[in-house]
């Protein structure tokens, strides 16, 4: 991408930014797929996304859809080329029509991010409640572990009633043609486990053993376009016996045999409570810097602009409604839970302010200190984002989709904070608490 800074006025910047063909049509691959992802579109062999929107949902221009999205993912390479951070996303003026294969020319007016400063530098005063090792965390860890060793017994024979476990043979068809993933000789199953769809649970409720009962029972599948449909299921059951679970009894002779690079229970412990207490501290260490991070918002000098705020709440509004969605909830059922919309309105606004603040601290302490960023600092942010992942494929992620910036005023930001709690007075007050 070539970018040009036509002028500067105050605390403003102009951009020109030519996007190549290459760049263009990245973008809108990179929007399709958000669009299709956001639809719950199912990629399918040997079709593009477009064809598939068209089929599905009857979009004959799927680029002219997602154009939108595909320029504000320009923008950000812009920006970063000239190593610019905004202080909210700039909206891009086209200059062009976004093709495919085309170069694209828009234009940035860019309103830089101020540069505030603190009523003081001095050490920061926190009191934070000290640390403790949960031990009941251990025995539950390893609690989990005896479940996933369960072993079942003949019972005495009775009436099968929820949440009982029976050895069952198992016949299953749809049309006439075997399931092969459900047909079998002797499984157990524990019925109200949610394993079966209800209809199934139902038939076999009330069964005992040596009884054989044919039924049908629905269930969701899906289709080979991706769509989820009823699939009817015809199988026959039999009861063999009824059964009860049996834990395993975690001792020394149990770890040898299913553990072998344990010789004892103690040293199985040791290992579980280590991976335990390296989790707590990586939290109780987070918890810290959180503390210390705070200590500077009362120091925080300065006006942030409206726009600043409103590009906040909105970033905080969409992770608001990204919680409520992983909880099962609809926004509406969010907004109550949470005492309605002036009670959630006012909790935006407040986290909004004190997340904003917060950062513009920690920028104004980087600047203090006379602090360099090196790639350790880069990598190191990039692990404690997403410890699963290699930081240094996290790092290329965001620097191919121009957002390098943003990855490095994290980093300064982790760096500063580091420093604030390095430097800090910390009391430790008050009882314990278990963390977890």
Same mark, same amino acid.
């Given at each position: ?277 390296? @989790?707590? *501290?990586? !939290? %109780? &260490?987070?918890?810290?810097? =959180? ?7 009362? +120091? ?92 240094? @494929?996290? *790092?290329? !992620? %965001? &620097?191919?989709?121009?957002? =390098? ?7 300064? +930001? ?23």
């Amino acid at each position: 991408m070539k970018v040009t800074q036509k002028k500067t006025e105050g605390d403003k910047v102009f951009l020109t930014a030519t996007a190549t063909a290459k760049e263009v049509d990245a973008a809108l691959q990179s929007a399709q797929f958000a669009f299709a992802q956001s639809m719950g579109l199912q990629p399918e062999y040997g079709k593009t996304i477009a064809q598939i929107a068209e089929e599905q949902l009857g979009v004959k221009n799927l680029d002219s859809m997602v154009e939108a999205r595909a320029i504000e993912d320009l923008v950000p390479l812009a920006l970063d080329r000239k190593n610019i951070v905004p202080l909210f996303p700039p909206k891009p003026m086209t200059k062009t029509t976004l093709k495919r294969g085309r170069e694209f020319q828009f234009d940035l007016e860019v309103t830089l991010k101020p540069e505030y400063e603190l009523k003081s530098y001095d050490p920061v005063e926190i009191t934070v409640q000290p640390f403790v090792m949960d031990e009941s965390l251990v025995d539950e860890r390893i609690g989990e572990m005896a479940e996933n060793y369960t072993t079942y017994v003949t019972a005495e024979d009775k009436t099968i009633e929820k949440g009982d476990s029976c050895l069952m043979a198992l016949s299953a068809s749809e049309n006439g043609v075997e399931i092969k993933g459900l047909t079998t000789d002797g499984r157990t199953y524990t019925t109200g486990a949610g394993l079966m769809p209800d209809g199934f649970d139902e038939a076999v409720i009330g069964m005992k053993p040596g009884e054989t009962k044919t039924f049908s029972f629905e269930g969701p599948s899906m289709d080979d376009q991706g769509n989820v449909i009823t699939q009817v299921v015809d199988c026959t059951v039999t009861v063999k016996e009824i059964q009860v679970p049996v834990l395993p009894t975690i001792d020394d002779e149990w770890v040898k045999t299913n553990l072998p690079m344990f010789n004892t229970l103690e040293e199985f412990r040791t290992k579980v409570r280590g991976d335990i207490e390296r @989790q707590l *501290r990586a !939290q %109780y &260490e987070d918890y810290r810097l =959180g503390m210390a991070s705070a200590a500077l918002v009362q +120091r925080f000098e300065g006006r942030i602009a409206d726009e600043a705020y409103e590009a906040m709440r909105n970033i905080m509004m969409g992770q608001f409604r990204a919680n409520a969605q992983q909880q099962g909830m609809t926004w509406d059922d969010f907004v109550k839970q949470n005492g309605g919309e002036q009670q959630v309105s006012m909790m935006m606004m407040l986290q909004t302010r004190e997340m904003l603040i917060r950062g513009f601290a920690l920028d104004a302490v980087f600047r203090h200190e006379n602090m360099v960023l090196t790639d350790a600092d880069i990598e190191a942010t990039c692990k404690s984002m997403n410890p699963r992942v290699d930081p240094k @494929q996290t *790092r290329r !992620q %965001y &620097e191919q989709s121009g957002r =390098g910036f943003v990855l490095r005023e994290a980093a300064e +930001r982790r760096k500063a904070n580091q420093w604030v709690l390095d430097h800090a007075i910390v009391k430790e007050e008050g009882e314990a608490v278990p963390l977890g």
